[in-house]
């Protein structure tokens, strides 16, 4: 079942410029992922944060977490126009196996 | 890193035959896999949970009989659609979890297109 919901759901901004993501979930989690897929591709996983975290670096992504608020925010900070592709946010489910629920996703276009 | 490729990448087939997709683990062995469908600028859905050794787990609403998963080794999972129809036409990606279950790797997705 879809519980992520990414807000905006499309994102255009130009070179150099930050951009901020952010998904709201229904269900208590043990973690929240985000993940990237490029047009017609797979998905590649980026950061994960976990429920007792509030906030995550990796490299020019920070995510944060609010368990109160069952949000999450990714930021892209010094976007670059490889980074355009699709984000989603995704919680995981142990109903499921393990498996993952998607949010609708933002699609970023990030241009020179 | 670990990978999970697909095969074939398209396929594009006429109304009422079967396609049979592939999942495989190149590195490492998942006695789980995912199956996923993907609609245009849409999220993913998930379809089932494929298990190694034993029947899938479908998600509500999706025929078992129209998607048949087999899951037959420890790096290997299939997904056929049987009697394949218009409205069958989607991106069909696979993912394998990671030791642990955290995270996962995904396969690179099968467009299919139903004539």
């Known amino acids: 079942s879809q519980q992520g919901e990414e807000d905006p759901q499309a994102l255009s901004i130009q070179e150099g410029e930050n951009a901020t993501m952010n998904c709201s979930y229904k269900t208590s989690i043990n973690n929240l992922q985000w993940y990237r897929q490029n047009s017609g591709r797979g998905l590649v996983h980026l950061i994960l944060?976990?429920?007792?975290?509030r906030e995550k670096h990796s490299g020019r992504l920070r995510v944060t977490l609010d368990t109160s608020k069952k949000s999450s925010s990714l930021l892209i900070t010094a976007s670059r126009a490889a980074d355009t592709a699709s984000y989603f946010c995704a919680t995981d489910d142990s109903n499921s196996g393990y498996a993952l629920n998607f949010g609708k996703g933002t699609s970023l276009l990030v241009t020179p | 890193g670990a990978v999970v490729s697909q095969h074939p990448s398209r396929v594009i087939c006429k109304s009422g035959t079967s396609v049979k997709i592939e999942c495989r683990s190149l590195?490492?062995?998942?006695?789980?896999m995912f199956w996923y469908r993907q609609f245009p600028k849409k999220s993913l859905m998930l379809m089932a949970t494929s298990n190694e050794g034993s029947k899938a787990t479908y998600e509500q609403g999706v025929e078992k009989d129209k998607f048949l998963i087999n899951h037959a080794s420890l790096t290997l999972s299939t997904l056929t659609v049987t009697s394949a129809h218009p409205e069958d036409s989607s991106f069909y990606i696979c993912s394998a979890p990671t030791s642990g279950y955290e995270t996962q790797y995904f396969g690179p997705g099968t467009r299919l297109l139903v004539l």
């Open positions: 944060i976990r429920s007792n975290e």
């Open positions: 590195d490492f062995q998942a006695t789980t």
